[in-house]
Each structure stands twice: as C-alpha cells, then as structure tokens.
C-alpha cells in the first residue's frame, strides 16, 4: 500500500467513515477532515467539496472549549499546516472550479468566524479574569475537566468498540502508508 490508487480510494472512504463517528473528539475529526480534502483534491476524487465543507463545519467545534482566541490559535497551529491553511484551500478550490462567489464566501465566512471569537471569547474572559480572579480560575479548571472528560469518553469508547474504528487509527494508517 505506497500510494496505490486503489489504496488511496480506500483511505478517502475510511477517512469519511472516520470523520462522522460522533464518539471521535471534534478535534480529530477536523484534523482528519482536512487530510480528507488535501488527499482527494490530489487526486481529483468526486468528495473533495463534501471534505471541505465537512471540515468548515467542524472547525469552530473542534476549537470550542478553548477559552481564549491565543488558545484556540495555539491548538490550531498544533493540528498542522493543513488545517491552518484548509479555509484559504477551500477557497482556491472553489476558485478553481469557477465558483468565485463561493470563494469569497468561504473567506468572508473564515473572516466572520474569527471576529466573533475574539469579541465572543476573549473581552469576556479578560473582564473576568479581571473582575473575579477566583471565577476565572474556576472557570478554567472547568474548562481542563470538560476537555478531559471528552478525552476520557474517547478512550472508552476504544476500549468498547476497538481502536480499528478510531479516528486516530485511521490518521495513524494513512500516514505509515504514505497517504499524507
């Protein structure tokens, strides 16, 4: 399996399974979402626009618990390239295929998504953090359980159904293959 087009198919079929599995963390699943566009765009694969739209609509879920834009930026840049770059992708996608509307949508969309977060997460927990020191650092701690509560169901959801049906398996596969 070094790149096979068979291969490659199989990988883009096992990467759409992966990234609906509802007990899959937002995080991987949008990691893995935008693996899926890269992969079928390169090899001109008919779900390349449903990756993309399936990674624009996990991005704002994977990045949720974060409670701050510079956390949220930080756990974007630590997901990779890919992900950093999939809404401008998206975008050069839809360019190519003669949709300039749709590209200026995606933008404008990416555009959107980060002003809401920096005026929706980021004055509020300064404000907090400078009214009520206490609450913020509860809040915080609470934020930490709530990721690790999640990392928690992930695991046993593992342990029940089988690391083969992981999205992490899957990631980890198409890489030791030469998919990305």
Known sequence: MLGRREDLLEAIRLMSMAVDNRYAREPDRFRLSCEWAILARNIGHPTTLTAYKTAMSLVEKSLSFAPTVSVQHTRLVAMGKNCQ????????????LGRFEEAVEILEQGR??????????????????????????????????????????????EARYGKTASVKVVMGWTHSVGLW
């Open 85 to 96: 770059t999939m809404p401008l992708d998206y975008a050069s996608f839809q360019i190519k």
């Open 112 to 157: 959107a998504l980060l002003w809401s977060e920096m005026r929706g997460l980021r004055t509020p927990m300064i404000q907090l953090i400078e009214d009520d020191p206490p609450l913020a650092k509860r809040f915080a701690e609470i934020n930490q359980e709530l990721e690790a509560a999640d990392h928690i169901h992930h695991t046993e959801w």
